[in-house]
């Protein structure tokens, strides 16, 4: 079936028991942004030399290089990371214009920078997977918090950047590509057990990213084919309280005109959802899939970075 919106039939009702976000001038999310680039960047600092750096868990990026550096060297990671954060950056600019943002340029400073205040700390294990798995945890927090104020720490993000806007390679891939460079030389100069661990490391990372980012709570996005979209959109909007949205849809082997209806509910909700409508339509087409973050009236509103 195709779908286009019918804008003349949206109903999204106010829920007595949402709290409205508090709206910040532009002053205060600045201020809110670059907070959560530093205390992100210290996350990713203390993580790398509580964690990472003692077992030699080089997932990926900058931090990795420089592990396998300090490994073969004993070069200090920041230097390493200040060493090529500062010319990727430069390169950046360059390639990227100006647009390519001063955040770039806080992050690749100040990451170093709080590795350096850290480095003399102890590390709580020396486990190689609680390393990764912990290091990973800790990189995660501070990335999705360095997301989320709008910024970036800079090193390979940057070169995967240019390498896309140059070689017109995905950006994606551009940067699983370098990580799984980084990986690999791990593999070669470390062991093959330590690149096995990155990679554990660099999957909680990822996963983390997710949470800080889109929040532990999900949603549900429901899609609702009905005979009789009347009796489904009443029990929606006065028996579960949750506004919906029609859509006109059109049967594709039949050509009839088919409403249908989009109602987002929380993961509590999906369970009386599903009973409403079959109870208001037996034979109603329901189509429920994951909302991964939803924002606006009814839903938490994380708007204000």
């Known amino acids: 079936m195709s779908a286009t919106p019918d804008h003349e039939r949206s109903v999204i009702p106010t829920l007595t028991n949402k709290r409205a976000t508090p709206r910040f001038s532009r002053g205060v999310r600045t201020l809110f942004s670059y907070l959560a680039m530093l205390v992100g960047s210290f996350f990713i ?3 790398f030399n509580l964690f990472l750096l003692p077992n030699r868990i080089a997932s990926g990026g900058v931090s990795g290089i420089s592990i396998i550096l300090n490994t073969l060297t004993q070069i200090p990671p920041a230097y390493t990371q200040w060493a090529l954060n500062i010319p990727l950056f430069v390169a950046g600019v360059l390639v990227l214009g100006k647009q390519f943002g001063v955040k770039t340029a806080i ?4 990451l170093p920078l709080f590795v350096l205040m850290t480095a003399h700390w102890t590390p709580p294990t ?14 995660g ?5 360095v997301f989320r104020g709008r910024g970036s720490t800079g090193g390979l993000d940057v070169a995967a950047q240019i390498v896309h806007r140059v070689l017109g390679i995905r950006l994606g891939l551009a940067v699983a590509a370098l990580d799984g460079l980084v990986i690999l030389s791990a593999g070669l100069f470390i062991s ?22 889109s929040g532990l709570q999900t949603s549900k996005a ?10 489904v959109t009443s029990a929606i909007l006065h028996e579960l309280d949750r506004g919906l949205t029609k859509l006109q849809g059109v049967g594709g082997y039949t050509g009839d005109d088919r409403p249908v209806l989009l109602a987002v509910v929380a993961q509590n909700e999906v369970v009386r959802l599903k009973l409403l409508v079959r109870d ?11 909302a991964a973050e939803v924002l606006g009236e009814g839903f938490h509103d994380e708007r204000i970075l």
């Open 45 to 47: 600092a203390a993580s």
């Open 192 to 213: 093959l057990e330590n690149a096995l661990y990155a990679l554990i490391g660099l999957f909680a990372t990822s996963k983390t990213i997710d949470i800080i980012q």
């Open 280 to 290: 208001a339509d037996p034979d109603a087409f329901v189509i429920i899939t994951n």
């Open 107 to 110: 992050g690749s400073v100040v």
């Open 141 to 145: 927090i501070g990335l999705g918090l």
């Open 126 to 139: 020396e486990d190689p997977l609680l390393g990764a798995l912990y290091g990973g945890l800790g990189v």
């Open 222 to 231: 429901a899609f609702i084919i009905s005979k009789n979209p009347d009796r």
